[in-house]
Each structure stands twice: as C-alpha cells, then as structure tokens.
C-alpha cells in the first residue's frame, strides 16, 4: 500500500466534520465564494451584537456543507467575545423522523440548558429540568393508559426521544396545557441564564444555538405532516419560540424558500460553494477553492501531478465538499498499490472519467422520472418565485437527495446537481428545453 | 476433520474488480468508514463475506439476517450499537439480509432508520468499517430514508449477478457460471428473485424497473439451472423489453447471451446465433470491446461442438485480437485454452500443446493459479488418451499442487476423477475406485452436485458389490438436479440393468426416468428421442411382467406410474435402501422433495 495514498485516503473522510480550528478548513465565506455578503459567521455575530434585545436567527444548510463547522466557529468566536454559548444538540433530545411540535423544541431547549449547566457543576439533579418537568406532568397532565407518577426522571427522559407512543400521547395530553408548559420551560431558562450570570460575572449574555434541528423529516407516509409541524413552529408559533436569550436555530433549506418566511426575518443560508455562475460559465475562483480544500488534505502536486485533472471533480461536485471528498478517494483508492507518484496521466484521466461514471450512475439511479420537468424547471428559473406550493414542497425531497443544491451571489440562486446533469435522462430533457451547458472538460453533449 | 474451503465463486470479472476495491478499501482505511455492499446474488455476497472472512481482515461481528426475520434487522442492530463492550480491533460489521422481498424492504427500512439516528454513536462505538450488504435497493432506502447516513458513505460496491454478462472464463467451463456450486441456494434462488422482480412490478420509477429487469435476468438463470427453460426465457423476454424501453443497450446485450445460451444448450443452434449476432452488434454499438469478445467466445464454443471447427476457429481469433487490443491477458489465456481443448478434440494435439502453453505463460504471467491447474488438467487428459500417462499424471501431480495451492477443492476433484480414468484404462481397477472415491467426497463437501453425479455414475459404471450403491446415489441426484438427459438415460438403463428389470426398483427407474425426459426435456430439439428411450425402459420393465402392449396403458394406471409424486417418492425410498450407508456426500443438505 502507498503510504502518502493512504494519508491522503484517511484525511478526506467524509463523515467527518471539521473543528472551527482544524487546520484543514478552508474559509469559503471569506472568499465570497459562498454569497457575495461576506463570512457568514461575522453576519451572525453582527446580527446577535447590533440586536436590542434577545434576537432569534434561522440558520441553514444542505447536509455536509460545513454548517455544524460554521457554528462551532460562531461558538468560538461568540465565547471569545465574551458571550456564554449554550450549544444544543436536538438530535439528543428528540426523533427526528416523526413531526415536531412547540413542546417538543422548548423541552429540547430546556435539557440542553440542563445538560450545560450540569456539565458546568452550576446545578445538581435537585434543580434538573427533567425533575421539574416531571413534577410539572404528574400535576397537570392525565395521559390515558400512562401513569406517569410511577416513571422516573431517567425513563422520562428516555420516553420522550425514544417511546412514540408516549410522546403522541404526551403532546396530545399536553395541547391544552402547552402555554402553561412552555412558561415552564421559558421560566427554567431563565432561571439558568441568571445562575450563569452568578457565575459568570464578567461575561455578556448568554446565547443559544440550537442545531440539527433541520435534520428532522419524515417518510412517505407523514413527510407532509413534518413538513406542516415545521412551518407551524417557526411561523404560526413562532412567537412562542422566543427564548430569554439571543438564539440561532438550524432549519431545513427549503424553509427559507418559501413566502412565509419573509416574516421570519431572513434566514441565513449556507450555500455551496459557487463552481458555476448562473449563466453556466466555470466559476474559476470557485473551482480553485475547492482544489485549496484537497491541498489541505494532501499533496495534491505529489500525487496527481498538476493537478489539473481534479479540476474536473471540483466541477462535478457542484461546489459540495463531501462529494468532491468521496470522488477524489475513489480515485486515490484506484491506485492504491500503485508504486510510484505522481500517477500517470493517462491512468488519472481513465479513473477520473470511470468514478464520474460510477457517481453519475448513483444519482441516475436514484432519479424518478416524475421528478424530470420539475428539475428541468430549476435549470431553468434558478428560483421558485412564482412556483405553486405543491412543486415548492416536492422540491424538499430534491434538495434531501441533493439533487438541487443552493448558491448566492446577492440573492439566493439554485441549480441542479452537475452529476444529476450529466444522467443520460436529464441530458436528454435538458436538450429538449434547451438548457445543455458545456460539460466540465469544455466538450458539448 | 474440517471441511475444506470449496472452491472460490467466481464474482464475474467486474465482481472481481469491486472484490479487490473493497479489500483495497478495508486495508488502507482507519477507523470508522462506512460501505454499502450490494448485489442482488446472496450467494455472490456470500461468497464476499467468506472472503472476507477467509482472508482474516473481517471482524467477529456479523449479522447474518438469513436465518433471522428481516423484521428484526431494527432490533439486532440497536442491540450491537447499545453492547457495552465496543468492537475491538479491526472488525467489521455486516449486515447482510436474504428473505422474502416485502419483510426484506420493511427490515432495511428500519434497520436504516435506526443507524441514521445512531449514527454518531456508530461512529464513536464502531473503531473500523461498518458494511451493509443486502440488495441494491437499500442504497435508494438509504437516499431517501436514512440521509445523514447516506451522507456521510464511504463508498458503495455494486456486484453483478453471478451469471450476468460475460465471463473471460469460456473456457472449459463455458456454462460454469450457470452451475450451481451450492444446490440449496439454486434451488431457491429462482423464486427468490422472481419474488424481488414481482415486488417491483407496476413500478414507475426508472430505477426500481431496471432493477426489476436486472432480476428477472437472475430469475432466468436460476429458473433454467432447475431445469425450466421455459420459464427462464419468459423472464428475459420480459428483462429485455425493459431494458428496450430504456434504450439500455448493455442490458439487453447481456439478456440475448443468456438467451443464446439456453437455445443453444437446448439443440437450436440457429436460433442461439441470431441471437449473438445482435449482441454483438450491441457490443459494437457501444463500444463493449470486452462484451464481444466473450460473445465471440461463446458462439465459437458452440460452433465447435457442432463441428464446425474452421468456422469456430476464426471467431475465436477475432475475439484474440480484441483481448489483445484491450491488454486483457486473462481473457486472452482462456480463448488460447478453449481453443486448443477444441484443437486436441480434433486430434491436433501438436497444435493444441503449443497453444496450451502459451495459455499457461500468461496464467503464469498474471498469477491465475487456477486456470494454470486447469490448463494442466486438461493436458493431462489429452496425453493420457493418447497413451502417455506417465506424462499426464506429473502434469496432473503438478494440477494437484496447485489446486491444494489454492484450496480449489473441485478442480482437486475434477484432476482426482481424471487420474481416476486413467487407472483404469491402465486396469488398476482398485486404484480407479479409490481415486473416484476421493473425488466424490471432495465434490460432495463443496456441493457440485453435477459433478459428483458424473463420478458417481463412472463409480456405478464399475463392478463391485457397491457399485449399485454409487450409481443409486448418482440417481438420487438425478432427482433434484437436472441431470443432462444423456446421462441420466445411462445411469438409469445401467441402473435396471445391474438390479434386474423384474425388480420394482427398476420398474419405478424407468417410471422416474419418463416423468423427468417428458418434463425437463420437452423444450429441447431431442425431446421425443429422450421419451422415446425412456419408454423403452419403462416396456422393458413391463414385458419381464408379461405385460402386453395393449395393456400396458391400464397396468401403469394400476401401479400409479403415471402419478409422479408417488413414483418418485417410493424410488427415493428403494435408492435410500440400496444405498444404506455407503453415502459418499451429506443427504441432510437438500431439502425434502
């Protein structure tokens, strides 16, 4: 085995998700390679210092897009600013493959308060949030067929995530009770931020990140009802969600495509990286930054040669770093015995076009037919103004596969996915509306 | 005494490829990594795991979901991820699944759905790589029901079917990926695809019918091993319309060879060859350099069997010069061994050494231990016909070698049986018996049920009190498997024969015999000579009991020899007598009739 292969191989692992200080990171923000606005983490801190009072922000991003690395930058920056950052895993606390409701986000919010300050030694099980919401249910709720006098914190706790029996039941029970239940909750936090002010003296506020919560939806047979307890949360109830403190939530991408969320405020994006402009032409820039990503994972040079060839990879990548990782491993592990650097030319260009084979065959499987003249939209318009709701929602389902990816230069763009492009069958659609573009390497279809 | 390792299931040569990626893959990975492994054979996936496990780089935790409900694949995999003793070492988890398709779908939704949700807790518990092996529909599960999972994949290895496309291998074994090496699986394995096919019916998904199509081609290939041509071309007639409304050409190149193979097994030879020309023009059409010269391969093969040997030849040079232009060196070795058997056929034997040799340079060259041990093999065999034998059984020593090299258990088989024959032609009849012996008990641990029968009808074929023994066992097969009717025929006249026609046994020989040439061979152009000499068996056994022809009709009413379940029953029941406990291979391992 090539031992700087192997390195190469083992540094471009797909699932793993970047610390704000790892030294592999590359700021694409800062390039106004992500939107022309500018580090998307100086925004937020702007937003959170130049605000009044406690201001709530929707923030968003396909999956590996580098969003949880852009908030744990944020976390850092915030902390070194002097704020007290509550960092809120949601996938700890809740399933996120059944709807959501206003309880559920407050519970979630509230035990990763509990868990903060615990872990801080600010409070012991005494003082615990699943205590107080335990005495809080065994007072004011009858679930039928559950008594919940007889669970303890543990199992209550353990129910809440895991049973979905229960958590129907409880939020069923819990409907009429919710804004005494969400007082509860607005209470215990703001009980926690004066107990982190006691101890924390010298520091500013204390701000709340809540993440993964755009992770949550659902299958075939309740996606629209996920779909609907989401825009419930954050536009019908959204005045509810308001919390004590300053506050960034993760929501699902396709949130902030659709008209209500104007009165959301905005909700800040995190796009892929541009490698296309609109209008089809290379985005140079773009394309560079994402070579700069592998170059810090390995020797680019050293291994395959100028390095030009990867070019074509970044381009297919659409600007989306997990892909772009996975192809270029494939490549790397197609030569793993080789045994001399740089591999050759003529085998690089063999294996480059044989892994854009294999990955564009993955997105031609996963393509469903109904889903062509609505993708060939999206080549199109770049936008969904003007989209009736159904085709907006279908869309939520596309943007999961990636096979929409979202971009910014000013305003926010989207474009399909160069591999789904390059399916024999969006070809063919594509050139009957009009819209084939060059394909990376400068041939024509 | 451990069983030995049978011989190694060859992944067809894109398999082979995805085999040795994966190897690659596990080898130069750390920690955790996560695979999708998927293949619509669950014996080639089988045969990945036994691999794996075979060559140490697996773990010790493996769900095996064959013998468990599909349904549980949930539960079993929150109960590893909650053990409180994390893997250790280099382990890898796989979670392979067979079962009926609806179960199938609903256990890897949800087994998905929990690993999304764990999946950090995967990654922190799991110290190395995770693979998840089931059917290629777990990857669109996966996509659409576990995306953060789906996210954060390492890579996915896709195995064709065990029959599929072109083998570089026509050689010898032109048919060999149609052969079953293990006959429960191939037993079940035409249902079970056809259950996967017919749960994708009716579905409009561009994906889901060509993964349809793609098991319709397996269920066909399973359906003809077990003796039902019909049925197999009914299933690629289907694959193939799908594949044409899709304009997937390579779909449908692959659906005409197997085709071409079961007309051209069957006797139409004029039918299989159109049927290739249009593969090969497919081949041409995209350019499927490899593609064609397999087809070439296997339209020379049968062309030689049909004696047209001039014809043969230049196919098989045509399909030399393109191994040649594509560097394809294993391809090219078993084209120049192929053509020298057909060369040494025809008594060229100066011609077919020479081109033997160059074949073994190559294997030599590439590192193809066992086409080298078949190469020698078939050496051997010519040699010792042509009275050499002391030559024949060094090259045949030297193929030993090799096999045990390899643990290739039925060529050590194949190579024992031949060196069998050539006892025996020197008259060492006791040294024959116990060659043949030792091969059939090899081809009994690794389940070549057709060979093990021709063995045990060449052990029949000799004398000795167990001979009846050997060939009842041969017979017993003939029972399950589809027995080439030739040879059944043989084994079934000498099995009257040497029990004597006025033995029931012999009656319900003939009886069986008929049922099996009126059903297994009616498609085929030989089909009324089959029932022909079947029925002059069944007269045979009729006449030692006076009865008359015109009776014959009403006594077989009689004697319920037109009721197949209950002749075939109460033949099974006479073998076992016979046979008592003088079984060279495992009974247990078949399911009941």
């Given amino acids: 085995m090539n031992e700087q292969l192997k390195k190469a191989y083992n540094n471009c692992k797909p699932e793993e998700w970047l610390d704000w200080d790892d030294e592999r990171y590359v700021p694409l923000s800062d390039k106004n390679l992500r939107g022309c606005d500018g580090d998307i983490v100086g925004l937020l801190q702007d937003a959170i210092a130049f605000a009044d009072g406690p201001t709530h922000l929707l923030f968003s991003g396909f999956r590996g897009s580098g969003k949880t690395t852009e908030l744990l930058r944020l976390k850092h920056y915030l902390e070194k600013s002097g704020y007290t950052v509550v960092y809120v895993d949601t996938e700890e606390y809740l399933n996120l493959n059944v709807p959501a409701t206003i309880t559920d986000m407050w519970i979630s919010i509230a035990a990763g308060f509990d868990s903060f300050l615990k872990k801080e030694k600010y409070i012991d099980d005494k003082r615990s949030f699943w205590k107080r919401l335990n005495t809080f249910l065994q007072s004011e709720i009858i679930i039928e067929g559950i008594t919940i006098k007889a669970w303890n914190v543990a199992e209550l706790q353990l129910g809440i995530k895991e049973n979905l029996q229960f958590r129907e039941k409880l939020n069923k029970a819990i409907a009429e009770k919710m804004p005494k239940l969400v007082k509860e909750c607005y209470n215990f936090l703001d009980e926690s931020i004066a107990t982190i002010k006691e101890n924390n003296n010298e520091k500013k506020e204390t701000i709340l990140i809540l993440d993964s919560f755009e992770k949550l939806q659902g299958d075939s047979k309740n996606e629209k009802d996920v779909r609907n307890s989401i825009e419930t949360i954050f536009i019908r109830h959204w005045k509810l969600l308001r919390t004590p403190c300053h506050a960034v939530y993760t929501v699902p991408p396709w949130v902030s495509f659709t008209e209500d969320a104007h009165d959301l405020g905005r909700t800040w994006m995190l796009p892929m990286c541009k490698v296309f402009n609109m209008d089809g032409t290379r985005h140079t820039d773009g394309i560079n930054a994402m070579l700069q990503l592998l170059e810090k994972r390995m020797d680019v040079h050293g291994i395959f040669g100028n390095g030009r060839q990867l070019e074509k990879l970044a381009e297919l990548s659409g600007g989306y770093p997990r892909d772009l990782l996975r192809m270029v491993r494939e490549v790397i592990l197609r030569n793993a015995r080789i045994g001399h650097l740089p591999i050759p030319g003529g085998k690089l260009e063999a294996d480059i076009a044989r892994v854009t084979d294999i990955f564009t065959e993955t997105f031609d499987h996963g393509l469903d037919g109904d889903d062509i003249p609505l993708l060939c939209k999206v080549a199109n318009d770049h936008s969904l103004s003007g989209w009736p709701g159904e085709d907006k929602f279908r869309l939520v389902r596309l943007f999961n596969k990636h096979f929409v990816l979202s971009y910014q230069n000013g305003g926010k763009w989207l474009d399909i996915h160069p591999l789904l492009r390059n399916t024999p069958s969006m070809k063919a659609a594509l050139a009957q509306c009009g819209r084939e573009r060059t394909l990376p390497g400068g041939e024509k279809p | ?593």
């Fill in chain 2, 1 to 593: 005494m451990e069983a030995e390792r049978g011989t190694p299931l060859f992944l067809g040569k894109s398999g082979e490829e995805q085999f040795s990626l994966l190897q690659d893959a596990l080898a130069i990975g750390q920690g955790f990594e996560l695979f999708f492994v998927c293949g619509n054979s669950p014996n080639i996936l089988k045969e990945v795991v036994g691999r794996l496990q075979y060559s140490h780089i697996s773990g010790d935790t493996h769900l095996d979901m064959f013998y468990e409900d599909p349904k549980d694949l949930a539960r079993l995999l929150e109960h590893l991820l909650r053990a409180e003793k994390p893997p250790k070492g280099r382990n890898i988890i796989t979670a392979r699944s067979e079962g009926r398709e609806a179960e199938l779908r609903a256990g890897w939704t949800s087994g998905l759905v929990v690993l999304n949700e764990q999946r950090n807790r995967l990654i922190k518990a799991c110290p190395s790589a995770l693979l998840l092996m089931g059917p290629p529909h777990i990857l669109l599960t996966a996509q659409s029901r576990a995306p953060d999972l789906w996210s954060v994949r390492a890579s996915v290895f896709l195995f064709p079917d065990i029959a599929e496309g072109m083998s570089p291998f026509p050689a010898r074994n032109v048919f060999r990926d149609m052969e079953p090496d293990a006959l429960p699986h191939a037993l079940k394995e035409g249902e079970y695809y056809q259950d996967l096919a017919d749960a994708l019916e009716g579905s409009g998904s561009k994906a889901e019918r060509l993964s349809r199509a793609r098991l319709l081609g397996s269920a066909a290939r399973a359906w003809f091993l077990r003796g039902n041509p019909r049925d197999a071309l009914l299933a690629f007639e289907k694959a193939r319309a799908i594949y044409e409304d899709y304009g997937d050409l390579n779909g449908k190149a692959g659906i005409l060879n197997g085709q071409a193979r079961i007309y051209s097994m069957q006797g139409d030879i004029a039918r299989a060859m159109v049927l290739w020309e249009e593969s090969l023009r497919l081949e041409e059409q995209i350019g499927d350099v490899q593609g064609k010269a397999a087809t070439l391969n296997n339209m020379a093969w049968v062309l030689a069997q049909q004696g047209d040997i001039a014809r043969a030849m230049g196919l098989w040079e045509e399909s030399l010069k393109l191994t040649e232009k594509i560097g394809d060196v294993q391809g090219k070795a078993a084209t120049l061994h192929q053509m020298a058997g057909v060369l040494a056929d025809q008594g060229d034997i100066a011609r077919a050494m020479g081109l033997w040799e160059e074949s073994l340079k190559l294997k030599e060259q590439i590192g193809d231990v066992q086409g080298k041990a078949a190469t020698l093999h078939q050496m051997a065999g010519v040699l010792a016909q042509q009275g050499d034998i002391a030559r024949a059984v060094c090259l045949w020593e030297e193929s030993l070698k090799l096999n045990e090299q390899i643990g290739d258990v039925k060529g050590k088989a194949a190579t024992l049986a031949n060196m069998a024959w050539a006892e025996g032609k020197n008259g060492n009849r006791n040294k024959e018996r116990d060659l043949n012996i030792q091969a059939a008990r090899l081809l009994g641990a690794c389940k070549a049920f057709f060979d093990l029968a021709t063995v045990l009808g060449n052990l029949g074929a000799g004398g000795g009190e167990d001979a009846a023994a050997f060939l009842g066992q041969a017979l017993w097969l003939g029972l399950r498997i589809p027995l080439p009717a030739e040879n059944a025929l043989l084994y079934s006249s000498t099995f009257i024969k040497k029990t004597g026609v006025a033995h029931r046994a012999a009656l319900l020989c003939a009886a069986a015999t008929l049922f099996f040439m009126q059903q297994r061979g009616k498609d085929t152009p030989k089909a009324a000579e089959y029932e022909k000499n079947a029925f002059a068996l069944l007269r045979q056994c009729a006449k030692a009991r006076n009865i008359s022809p015109e009776r014959l009709e009403i006594w077989m009413e009689e004697e319920r020899l037109n009721d197949s379940s209950y002749v075939i029953s109460e033949f099974k029941k006479e073998l076992e007598k016979r046979i008592g406990d003088r079984w060279l291979f495992d009974p247990a391992g078949f399911p009941p009739l």
